[in-house]
């Protein structure tokens, strides 16, 4: 019986797609967005700057970025009827269900939403990528009883983020630390979310679409809720009050996962939580509260040791968020709302070369021809 040609399970190591956006070189630890290594970008960009970059394929001069700055900053608006919509969903619903739930919603009020042109997805990725921002602050603000805070055109992607979540201007160190997270968080090839989203878009769907399919996967513990999952870790040590290595090592007795380890890529070290790792120890210095840190490096040395496996770029995420007072359910929103800078380039990079994408199956079900037998006939 013939067969379709075999594939790895999970699509393992199977080339699905022609990209010039990221590249990852898994054995060697490396991440670079349009050529550029990602610890490059991490020390010397800005969102903004690796946004454009993914975007456009290449570092923008200083006029293209000013341009670009202020139309990302110009597109921080939210129709009124989506932030009532945001009012009335029940308190049971968690941030990435709701935000989920919005971003489909934006496309009622894009004026866009019709033209699937190039241009026009560029102007609905500047909405999207300021609109989703703004969606987890103000939900956050209101699900806490707070008054919502007015974006702010003169501050940054990261800066505004903060101020709308918090209603304090950040610091500077809390604002770079954010910023560079978002960086790291950017892209990283063909995820599951950035996968999803190239197989709608390839429909020739809509962005917004697109985006809330990304976002559905991203909602996935596997995918973007592993950072939750390792904060939840760290609190579980702490009110048990044990050594962080004597709970991990009765976790794994009992074949519980230990999230924020291995990847499906990596080989080495994820290149993201090296840099996660230092600024997650820094803010903890900062704070005067190392507790975390200490006992996510006590276990990190522990799962290498025993595991051989890498920290990968949740593990740190999860003490760097906590550390810029930022609820441990809004850690995969965060990812989202960095995240969108990819989705949106790989959904215009799919649509201005389209080929639907239809793979295959290996059928490991009974052979042909199985015949239909009468129900009288069935044992």
């Known amino acids: 019986m013939a067969t379709t040609t075999t594939t790895g399970k999970g699509l393992e190591g199977i080339v699905a797609a022609n990209s010039g956006i990221c590249w ?3 054995e060697a630890g490396v ?22 970059l993914l975007w456009n394929g290449k570092l923008p001069t200083a006029s293209e970025q000013a341009i670009f700055d202020r139309a990302l900053a110009a597109s921080r608006l939210i129709d009124p009827r989506i932030v009532e919509m945001l009012r009335s969903f029940p308190s049971t619903a968690t ?11 934006l496309s009622f009020y894009d004026p866009d939403e019709h033209d699937n042109t190039h241009d026009a997805n560029v102007r609905k990725s500047y909405r999207l990528t300021s609109q989703i921002a703004m969606i987890v602050a103000i939900y956050d603000r209101l699900r806490k009883g707070k008054e919502i805070v007015e974006a702010d055109p003169s501050l940054s ?7 709308m979540l918090n209603g304090e201007k950040p610091s500077e160190t809390a604002t770079k630390t954010l910023d560079i997270a978002l960086i790291l968080h950017a892209d990283h090839e063909l995820t599951a979310s950035t996968f999803a989203a190239r197989v709608i878009a390839a429909t020739l769907s809509d962005i917004h679409s697109a985006v809330t399919g990304a976002i559905g996967a991203l909602k996935g513990p596997l995918h973007g ?11 579980a040590i702490e009110k048990a009050g044990v050594d962080p290595v004597v709970y991990v090592k ?4 009992r074949k519980e996962k230990i999230m924020g380890f291995g990847h499906r890529v990596y080989k080495t070290e994820d ?21 975390y840190y200490d006992w996510s490096r006590a276990i990190e040395l522990y799962i290498k040791q025993d595991k051989g496996l890498n920290a990968n770029v949740d593990f740190y995420s999860a003490s760097t968020y906590t550390m810029l007072g ?13 995240r969108i800078a990819g989705w949106a380039a790989h959904v215009i990079e799919q649509l201005d070369d389209n080929r639907l994408i239809r793979p295959r199956a290996d059928y490991i079900g009974p052979a042909y021809p199985n015949p239909w037998v009468p129900v009288e006939e069935r044992e």
């Open 157 to 163: 992607h990261a800066a505004n983020f903060l101020w």
């Open 250 to 253: 009765d976790m794994l007795a």
């Open 31 to 52: 991440l670079a967005y349009r050529g550029i290594d990602i610890h490059e970008l991490a020390q010397k960009s800005t969102f903004e700057e690796t946004t454009y």
């Open 24 to 26: 990852i070189d898994g």
């Open 225 to 235: 809720g592993a950072n939750e999952g390792v904060m939840r870790l760290l609190f």
């Open 326 to 338: 930022i609820d441990v359910d809004l850690f995969t929103p965060i990812f989202a709302i960095s």
């Open 95 to 105: 941030p990435m269900e709701i935000l989920r739930t919005a971003v489909s919603a």
């Open 271 to 291: 290149p993201r939580a090296t840099h996660l790792r230092k600024m997650s120890e820094q803010l903890s210095k900062d704070a005067g509260l190392e507790k």
